[in-house]
């Protein structure tokens, strides 16, 4: 099994697949406008296991296309769909968030949360906006920064990691230089991260380990061969 094999194996059972909750996620609904209009056309990029498109169709009149790279996860979101009773609602697509197969000015809505940053958020909503319908909604989550002097580890950590990092304000003037209006944003509790999205993949780590045993001892053998040779 190669590393992102096991990647996806190792999240798969989480309800999230990123920092998150259902709450938060009507929080935004309640901010979209969206609720109480019909027939509405909707994208989940990077929707993983589906956190956020169940509550969409359980919550709006929608039909959803649930875009990730991975197949097993949208295979996982239809299994949860169905037992939600919700799968009519939703269409997934195994396709990458920068080459989306939906026509110019389509979508009422475009949803991606914990997502967007796999290409950089400034390329995400440059190219996303052509696929909304003029007045169409964008909900995005980002990692941004809750204080104008986070610690410097942190900082160094993250402008390594994810150069784009920056404070919500930063996000928003992006959001106004590509041509989006801002309705509204608001930090995610720490409970998101925990609870949700840390807590349940640690939780998973014993049943993970013995799974794949295999494959660490693999790895362990190749590199006691190594010296020998
Ligand atoms: N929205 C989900 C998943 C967040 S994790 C949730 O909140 O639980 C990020 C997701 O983006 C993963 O499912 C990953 O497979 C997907 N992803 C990564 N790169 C992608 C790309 N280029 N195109 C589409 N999906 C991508």
């Known amino acids: 099994m190669d590393d992102m094999t096991l990647l996806v194996d190792l999240h798969r059972p ?11 996620t009507r929080r935004a609904l309640d901010l979209s406008g969206l609720r109480g209009r019909t027939d509405l056309r909707v994208a989940d990029l990077g929707c993983g296991t589906g ?3 169940l509550v969409l169709a359980e919550d709006l009149d929608a039909h959803i296309t649930a875009v990730d790279l991975f197949p097993e996860f949208l295979a996982e ?5 169905d037992a939600l009773g919700v799968r009519a609602a939703i269409t997934t697509v195994a396709a990458s968030m920068d080459e989306l197969p939906f026509e110019p000015s389509s979508l009422d809505a475009i949803w991606s949360e914990g997502a967007i940053y796999n290409i950089g958020f400034a390329t995400g909503v440059a190219a996303w906006r052509h696929y909304l319908k003029p ?3 964008l909900a995005v989550s980002e990692i941004t920064w809750l204080t104008a002097d ?5 900082r160094e950590h993250w402008t390594a990691e994810y150069p784009e990092v920056g404070p919500a304000s ?5 959001l106004e230089g590509h041509g989006y209006t801002p ?3 608001f930090p995610l509790p720490v409970s998101s991260w925990l609870d949700r999205y840390y807590r349940p993949l640690q939780a998973r780590f014993p049943s993970f380990l013995e799974q794949h045993a295999m494959n660490v001892n693999i790895v362990v053998a190749r590199f006691g061969i190594l010296p020998s040779r």
Do not use: H
Request: aromatic share 2%; proline share 11%; charged share 25%.
């Open 14 to 24: 989480s309800p999230r697949l990123g920092p998150g909750s259902d709450e938060q």
């Open 51 to 53: 956190a956020s498109s």
């Open 77 to 81: 979101l239809e299994r949860r769909a």
């Open 135 to 137: 007045g169409g909604v």
């Open 150 to 154: 986070p610690p410097a580890e942190l």
């Open 170 to 174: 930063a996000k928003l003037a992006a």
């Open 183 to 185: 309705i509204g944003y």
